[in-house]
Nanobody
Framework: QLQLVESGGGLVQPGGSLRLSCAAS????????IGWFRQAPGKEREGVACISSSDDTTYYADSVKGRFTISRGDAKKTVYLEMNSLKPEDTAVYYCAAGLPLTKFGSSWLWAYNYDYWGQGTQVTVSS
């Protein structure tokens, strides 16, 4: 059974950077599309980035495009989310998720229904 654990969250000042990690156990992530989501208090869960299982194609929400980068680690058991130029509105619990490519990979993979496995989340707080 695939399990996911996020790490790397914390408190950072506006304009700062963080790198989140999503580590897998029970399986490698080679065959899974991976998404990063976030949920702020009182708001719905939002997909921010996703990466395909086949050729590492990526998609980003407009709110993070140009600031966040999703990538896979060399050992195929970790996926990262590099976050730069952080803003207070980026404050949220960040989750990674994995899903088998049962549908064609595209921007729709920013939606939660594509994913079967979820981590517990890591808190990111952007504040001065």
């Amino acid at each position: 059974q695939l399990q996911l654990v996020e790490s790397g969250g914390g408190l950072v000042q506006p304009g700062g950077s963080l790198r989140l990690s999503c580590a897998a156990s029970g399986s490698t992530l080679n065959y899974y599309g991976i998404g990063w989501f976030r949920q702020a208090p009182g708001k719905e869960r939002e997909g921010v980035a996703c990466i395909s299982s086949s050729d590492d194609t990526t998609y980003y929400a407009d709110s993070v495009k140009g600031r966040f980068t999703i990538s896979r680690g060399d050992a195929k058991k970790t996926v990262y989310l590099e976050m730069n130029s952080l803003k207070p509105e980026d404050t949220a619990v960040y989750y990674c998720a994995a899903g088998l490519p049962l549908t064609k990979f595209g921007s729709s993979w920013l939606w939660a229904y594509n994913y079967d496995y979820w981590g517990q989340g890591t808190q990111v707080t952007v504040s001065s």
